[in-house]
């Protein structure tokens, strides 16, 4: 074992043993391990594919939507994919000659600090509290299979080279977990443990691949797809947007995923709630990288789906049931506060078809205002829906 200094013994000593045990998402534990003992915060983790570049060096996929990232922002990392990747300093076909073929390499190894300002990627950085960095490479035989970035602000002050030591032999402790990790294909793991504990559950189950396309749905994301299918979609021209060339048997399911996956890239978290009169879908979400069947690093997304229905007027005589699905909608608008105008905006439809609208459905319900009707929702909107 390699020697690291003594005051980080017992916390490399933890993370050996944490990193040991067996995960479905490998390089999203690897950081959160970093954070917990040592305190790393920000930090990124990149494989790399197996393919050559003209120069016959290790070249990261060239997407770049293969990576895992914690305690970054999302934004940041966008702009990454689209701009800062051509001009990262610490891509491994652009490190000197006396760099290549380290383990871990920090930001003075590169150039000093001021210099390091002058460059566009390290002042992106910069600008973003990231100033100084260091990345561990890891290794098959003599080809690049990952990285992994470690972020401090200017505040904490750049890596100390008694650190260093104690980063080789994590990035080695890493490399031996990580190749074991990729020996097994994860695309063959994951759809065996769909087919094992997925397929019959009452819980709603969907793989998707790196382009958020879907590959499996069980029965109950179906049954749910169909629900999301009458009472979520705002307009056929709005249903339509995925433009799915895919399986029949996943159209439903395809437009809800990008429905939803749309929401939780643009507001952040692991999961997203969509709510309407009749109910609640709740998503989950997680993913991993892993080697798939052709032997590429591969993204791979699991939703996980709950709905919660609330009960629906059980007299066919009751007005709700006499709407139509624009006028359902509409009601549910209402019930959320939303203005004639921005009921318009949303269904994209004129203002003088709202209110046609909201007129025929006071017609249906029997009353001639808003607070009438509402009165008469009111069992259907409660968290205990009363009796119809």
């Known amino acids: 074992m390699r020697r690291i200094p003594e005051k980080f013994f017992d916390a490399a000593l933890g993370f050996s043993l944490e990193l040991a045990r067996d995960s479905e998402n490998f390089p999203k534990k690897v950081l959160s391990l970093f954070d917990k003992y040592f305190t790393f915060r920000r930090s990124i983790f990149f494989p790399c594919g197996s ?192 433009n799915y060339q895919g399986d029949a048997q996943f159209r439903e399911i395809q437009t809800m995923i990008n429905e939803v996956s749309d929401r939780l890239s643009t507001q952040g978290g692991s999961s997203q709630t969509l709510t309407s009169l009749t109910g609640d879908i709740t998503f989950y979400h997680t993913s991993f990288l892993s080697t798939g069947a052709a032997g590429l690093i591969q993204t791979w997304h699991l939703m996980l789906i709950t709905c919660q229905t609330k009960q629906l007027p059980k007299s066919r005589n009751h007005p709700y049931n006499a709407l139509t699905q624009q006028e359902r909608r509409i009601v549910y608008y209402l019930s959320s506060g939303m203005k004639n105008e921005q009921i318009a905006e949303e269904l994209h439809i004129s203002i003088y078809t709202v209110r046609t609208h909201i007129a025929n459905i006071y017609k249906k319900f029997e009353v001639n205002n808003k607070v009438d009707l509402l009165m008469r929702l009111q069992p259907m909107l409660k968290d205990q829906p009363g009796e119809f």
């Open 51 to 242: 393919a050559l570049s003209p120069g016959g060096q290790p070249r990261r996929t060239g997407t770049l939507s293969n990576y895992v990232t914690y305690g970054i922002r999302y934004g940041l990392m966008y702009n990454y994919k689209d701009r800062l990747h051509r001009e990262d300093a610490f891509r491994y076909a652009r490190l000197p000659s006396h760099l290549k073929g380290q383990r871990v390499v920090f930001t003075q190894d590169l150039m000093e600090y001021d210099d390091f300002l002058l460059t566009p990627f390290g002042a992106h950085l910069a600008e973003e509290g990231m100033d100084y960095q260091a990345v561990l490479y890891f290794y098959a035989g003599e080809r690049v299979i990952g990285s992994l970035g470690l972020f401090r602000s200017k505040e904490e002050g750049p890596f100390q080279e008694e650190e260093r030591s104690l980063l080789i032999y994590l990035s080695e402790l890493v490399e031996a977990n990580y190749q074991t990790y990729l020996h097994h294909s994860g695309e063959a793991r994951f759809h065996d443990s769909f087919t094992l504990f997925y397929q019959d559950i009452k819980l709603g189950a969907v793989i998707l691949n790196q382009d958020m396309t879907v590959l499996q749905a069980n029965n109950a994301a179906k049954e749910i797809s169909q629900i999301f299918w009458e009472q979520y979609r705002h307009s056929q021209g709005h249903f339509l947007r995925s």
